[in-house]
């Protein structure tokens, strides 16, 4: 099982005819980071992961390619775990509105971010409103937090700790084993659970929540809860499009 850029669906690996006869209509994006995991898990996880879903869901969905992954985000409130290779906000912004321009310049029209960590969330946030706001025959779908939805989506009794949620926790671990099992480490694998309150946020940077480069309890982590959260996370995108393009992703509810 590779670990990112699959030949058969990764834009990177396409040439002009095999793109032509594909009949590509739908751009997969995914978005990760290049940060610190703990002890025990890749730099580059969120990238990992963040591929990895989009490259199982373009192979089961018609016309539907990946483009290469952007592998750094806004990573600055875990700078103080060596080593995070961070973007501006504004830059994640610019450079997602330069992806689209590109992609929409070539007739594509149909756009599913996959978002691997939490400092983009408001950059891709805001480059898509931007770009939908200039193109209104766009269509911009964006999952802004997989490790969230696929936790939703299983069963409640599926994690141990945390609902399986921390950055390097249960969770993540868990996924990075069923995908790149040669990459983690589990005998450095420590965490905690930070106190923090309810229905309200608080602005943090990483260390003031950790001292590991953790959060939640990536011990309890297994590759079978990790295939679970990968399947569960890829099979809700499938169906996804597949009604999407079933209404040729109309969004009027009127």
Not at 4 to 12: A, E, G, R, S, T
Not at 108 to 121: E, S
Not at 141 to 149: G, I
Request: hydrophobic residues 40%; negative net charge; glycine residues 8%.
């Amino acid at each position: 099982m590779g670990i990112i850029l699959d030949k058969d669906v990764n834009l990177l690996f396409l040439n002009g005819k095999k793109f032509r006869e594909g009949n590509y209509d739908k751009a997969l994006i995914p978005v990760g980071s290049c940060e610190n995991h703990g002890d025990h898990l890749p730099f580059g996880s969120d990238t990992i992961v963040s591929t990895k879903i989009a490259e199982e869901v373009a192979k089961r969905v018609k016309g539907a390619f990946v483009v290469p992954p952007l592998p750094y985000g806004m990573s600055e409130h875990y700078a103080m775990f060596p080593i995070a290779v961070s973007l501006k906000p504004e830059t994640v912004i610019a450079v997602l509105r330069d992806v689209f321009e590109s992609l929409y310049r070539h007739g594509i029209r149909k756009f599913l971010v996959i978002n691997g960590h939490d400092g983009n969330i408001e950059p891709i946030e805001i480059a898509a409103r931007q770009f939908k706001v200039q193109h209104k025959d766009a269509r911009i779908a964006v999952l802004d937090a997989w490790w969230v939805t696929a936790g939703k989506l299983l069963p409640p009794d599926t994690f141990e700790v945390w609902e399986g949620l921390g950055h390097a926790g249960e969770g993540e671990t868990s996924i990075n084993l069923a995908i790149a099992p040669e990459l983690v480490d589990m005998e450095a694998a420590k965490g905690v659970v930070p106190k923090l309150p309810e229905h309200i946020k608080i602005v943090w940077t990483f260390d003031e929540l950790t001292p590991y480069g953790a959060t939640g309890d990536p011990t309890k982590a297994t590759k079978e809860k990790g295939e679970k959260m990968l399947n569960v996370i890829v099979d809700f995108l499938v169906k996804f499009i597949e009604e999407m393009d079933a209404k040729n992703w109309e969004y009027k509810q009127y």
